[in-house]
């Protein structure tokens, strides 16, 4: 099993809900990784977990709210949106220390 | 700040040639560099990758160099097919906290030309 599964692969919200997005995969992966992708534009880091501890958090805003309850799932949850959060949400996972990153196909996410 | 830099946003290839992509970065911290492959709507495939102590990685129709002196790297694919049209994206990674953090140029789009 070398994916990595993302759901909703389609989500659209208002300004005032809370939803969350899910991440998995049983590829024995210890860090995973969430990214966001706007059009025509690379995949900006948002978190890193390594070994279920937060890493690295790339000054996100408060609204967007990580969880990885253990090493195969990582959950984004979301509150209070901006129609600017609009994006493609990628979740990724690796093996340590070689940086390459297995990727979902991502949660396309709509704020209203 | 951009550390990765893809200058070349398109590139078009006549199908059977060599396609070359070229990559720059800043930080010498850096110790993986990391090509990905994307399709719309579909998150980025890893394609090939290179270790900072190495100077070529080869994997088929796939070969990267690295020039650390210059800070650049290349993606070759010969002999370019269809299937290649695709968005490539260049990466650097650095060991930042215990994790690998990877960070993206801004991507090349290859189209490949029957």
């Known amino acids: 099993d070398t994916e990595v599964t993302q759901t909703p692969k389609h989500l659209v919200m208002g300004m005032t809900n809370k939803k969350s997005l899910k991440c998995e995969q049983h590829?024995?992966?210890?860090?995973m990784y969430w990214y966001k992708q706007k059009a025509k534009k690379p995949p900006e880091l948002m978190f890193v977990y390594s070994y279920e501890k937060l890493s690295i958090n790339e000054s996100v805003p408060s609204r967007f709210s990580p969880e990885c309850p253990n090493s195969s799932l990582l959950n984004l949850h979301l509150h209070a949106l901006q129609p600017e959060d609009s994006a493609l949400y990628l979740c990724?996972?690796?093996?340590?220390?070689?940086?390459?990153?297995?990727f979902g196909e991502g949660s396309r996410l709509t704020v209203l | 700040d951009q550390q990765v830099k893809q200058n070349s946003p398109s590139l078009s290839v006549q199908e059977g040639r060599i396609s070359i992509l070229n990559c720059d970065y800043t930080?010498?911290?850096?110790?993986?560099f990391l090509w990905y492959k994307k399709y719309p709507a579909e998150g980025p495939t890893f394609l090939i990758s290179?270790?900072?102590?190495?100077d070529k990685n080869e994997d088929g129709r796939f070969t990267v160099f690295l020039n650390k002196s210059a800070k650049h790297l290349s993606l070759h694919i010969v002999p370019s097919q269809p299937g290649d049209s695709a968005v490539y994206f260049c990466?650097?990674?650095?060991?930042?906290?215990?994790?690998?953090?990877?960070?993206f140029g801004q991507g090349t789009r290859l189209t490949i030309n029957p």
């Open positions: 990466a650097a990674s650095a060991l930042i906290q215990g994790a690998q953090k990877l960070v």
């Open positions: 590829m024995g992966h210890r860090a």
């Open positions: 290179i270790s900072s102590i190495k």
């Open positions: 990724a996972s690796s093996r340590q220390f070689t940086g390459e990153l297995f």
């Open positions: 930080n010498s911290m850096f110790d993986y």
